[in-house]
């Protein structure tokens, strides 16, 4: 069974830093792309950021770019995304997401439960 | 703010049949593949429906996408309680070199 465990959340003051971490079980990393996808309170889904499985491909949204990165260890199963100066707007749950399927292309077919980051002013 | 266009809201009784549409573009939804999720209250997202119109072993076959030119909808049919979730709908863009999500659409059983 395929399962995705954020963790690493939490508060933070504005400019501040977060690093979030998620294990993957079940499957081997190192064959998907993997996503991170956040919500903010009340509101809509917002993609974040992708990795592709050798890492040799890395998207961000407009949002985030500069500020955060996203890095996977295939050894240790797991993804990350280092979040540098956080701003109020980044305040949501972040959801760890794996392709469905390998070769990319096919976000997000499996997901964590999500992580809640909150940004204090 | 989203580039993908959907409905804030759908309803239907029972087994009826609900469709939610997706509007988006040539950079997205006209060159690429849609994308669905559901988001029952307070869970994470579930992959719906991929390539279109393609169901993920377990999605029942009450789910059905499908995709016209830089439009894309989804339909449900046989309506049931469980259904009560917010549906949203994605794609690559070309363009902005990033994945969007619709605005979401909120469909409730009446």
């Known amino acids: 069974e395929v399962q995705l465990v954020e963790s690493g959340g939490g508060l933070v003051k504005s400019g501040g830093s977060l690093r979030l971490s998620c294990a993957g079980s079940?499957?081997?990393?190192?064959?998907?792309?993997m996503n991170w996808v956040r919500q903010a309170p009340g509101k809509g889904l917002e993609w974040v950021s992708s990795i592709s499985s050798l890492s040799n491909y890395i998207y961000y949204a407009d949002s985030v770019k500069g500020r955060f990165t996203i890095s996977r260890d295939n050894a240790k199963n797991s993804l990350y995304l280092q979040m540098n100066s956080l701003r109020a707007e980044d305040t949501a749950v972040y959801f760890c997401?794996?392709?469905?399927?390998?070769?990319?292309?096919?976000?997000?077919?499996?997901w964590g439960q999500g992580t809640l980051v909150t940004v204090s002013s | 703010q989203s580039v993908l266009t959907q409905p804030p809201s759908a309803s239907g009784t029972p087994g009826q049949r609900v469709t939610i549409s997706c509007s988006g573009s040539s950079s997205n939804i006209g060159d690429n593949t849609v994308n669905w999720y559901q988001q029952l209250p307070g869970a994470a997202p579930k992959f719906l429906i991929y390539?279109?119109?393609q169901r993920p072993s377990g999605v029942p076959d009450r789910f059905s996408g499908s995709k016209s030119g830089t439009s894309a909808s989804l339909a449900i049919s046989g309506l049931q309680s469980e259904d009560e979730a917010d549906y949203y709908c994605a794609a690559w863009d070309d363009s902005l070199n990033a994945y969007v999500f619709g605005t979401g659409t909120k469909v409730t059983v009446l």
């Open positions: 997401a794996r392709d469905y399927m390998g070769g990319g292309g096919s976000c997000c077919g499996y």
């Open positions: 079940g499957f081997t990393l190192s064959s998907y792309s």
């Open positions: 390539g279109n119109d």
